[in-house]
T-cell receptor, first 115, second 117 residues
Framework: DTEVTQTPKHLVMGMTNKKSLKCEQH?????MYWYKQKAKKPPELMFV???????INESVPSRFSPECPNSSLLNLHLHALQPEDSALYLC??????????????FGPGTRLTVT | AQTVTQSQPEMSVQEAETVTLSCTYD???????LFWYKQPPSRQMILVIR??????QNATENRFSVNFQKAAKSFSLKISDSQLGDTAMYFC??????????????FGQGTTLQVKP
């Protein structure tokens, strides 16, 4: 099973709302990633968790707050977002991070619209 | 720093024909991995093919094959017998095999491929 699931599929939120995106994998992977993708652009890395610890934060604004409650689950908490944060948010996982030979498996994404 | 360049923003091909997508990269690393990912419209990004830099043999996966030219830093994707389901955005990506930032994917800007009936 090479599946990464993400919920919700679509999310519309106002600039004052608080919402969360959820990602789950049951492949036993120990690395999980959040990416942001604008239309017709490549994904941009936001965060990397390795063994449930935050390994990389690509200078993401604090209105995005990641959380890794366990090795299978990754959340992205959203607060006070701006319209320019509207994008497709992709979650990915790999067996590990930092060994270079670990393919990343992507989820279907959450399409976020900030109004 | 590594960079990945896909010089063809859009391409089209007739069904059943062959098409080649170009990718060049720049790195001073000697050991790394290269990938082609496919992202169909409104669908999940999936890995098409991967190549280890230390392997001279070009990777193949069914109708998909690569032409890996390490000295030229070129990594093109050939799709044979194109099918309508191959319509997608294709991303070339680079990953270091050791040292700092190992595991981080560096993507090209993507090539949108349309397969016409």
């Amino acid at each position: 099973d090479t599946e990464v699931t993400q919920t919700p599929k679509h999310l519309v939120m106002g600039m004052t709302n608080k919402k969360s995106l959820k990602c789950e994998q049951h492949m036993g992977h120990r690395a999980m990633y959040w990416y942001k993708q604008k239309a017709k652009k490549p994904p941009e890395l936001m965060f990397v968790y390795s063994y449930e610890k935050l390994s990389i934060n690509e200078s993401v604004p604090s209105r995005f707050s990641p959380e890794c409650p366990n090795s299978s689950l990754l959340n992205l908490h959203l607060h006070a977002l701006q319209p320019e944060d509207s994008a497709l948010y992709l979650c990915a996982s790999s067996q590990s991070y930092g060994t270079g030979d670990r393919e990343q498996y992507f989820g279907p994404g959450t399409r976020l619209t900030v109004t | 720093a590594q960079t990945v360049t896909q010089s063809q923003p859009e391409m089209s091909v007739q069904e059943a024909e062959t098409v080649t997508l170009s990718c060049t990269y720049d790195t001073s690393e000697s050991n790394y991995y290269l990938f082609w990912y496919k992202q169909p419209p409104s669908r999940q990004m999936i890995l098409v093919i991967r190549q280890e830099a230390y392997k001279q043999q070009n990777a193949t996966e069914n109708r998909f094959s690569v032409n890996f030219q390490k000295a030229a830093k070129s990594f093109s994707l050939k799709i044979s017998d194109s099918q309508l389901g191959d319509t997608a955005m294709y991303f070339c990506a680079f990953m270091k095999a050791g040292g700092s930032n190992t595991g981080k994917l560096i993507f090209g800007q993507g090539t949108t491929l349309q397969v016409k009936p």
